[in-house]
């Protein structure tokens, strides 16, 4: 007997799966962790302000720490600033032993310590880098 096509079971046909682009695979691996519902609702409720879902939002942190800054590195920014507070201990330290300090000099002072402190961190950073002792 002929099946007529009321009676052929439904074809299926696969979902289209957009084949990866050059240099990029698909997802295949999870991890799991166990955590607080404090700790849920803390993740939670960042990732919901970034309007994210809650696994989109693990990954990108996870991704951003793995690829970010190592641990025991220096971090540039804070570096920067305590160069700036050094320069001006320095200086105000310096200036004072001179004599009273006016508003001026101090201003003066602070925004020359602002403007050196990224060069001051670059260059100590890369004489750790070089191996020398770092002095600036």
Known sequence: MMS???TRPPSVVPPAVPSPRAGESF????????ITETEFAEIESVASAE????AEWLREAA???????RS???DPVLLAELMAVRNLLVNLFASASKGPL???SIR??????DSIKLQKAEEFLASR??????KI
């Open 102 to 104: 006016s508003e001026e």
């Open 51 to 54: 309007g994210k879902k809650v």
């Open 72 to 74: 025991g590195e220096t």
């Open 4 to 6: 007529s096509p009321e």
């Open 108 to 113: 003066k002072m602070s925004a020359y310590a």
């Open 27 to 34: 997802r295949a691996k999870s991890i799991s962790t166990r």
């Open 129 to 134: 880098k070089d191996g020398k002792t770092g």
């Open 63 to 69: 991704l951003a720490q793995a690829r970010g800054r």
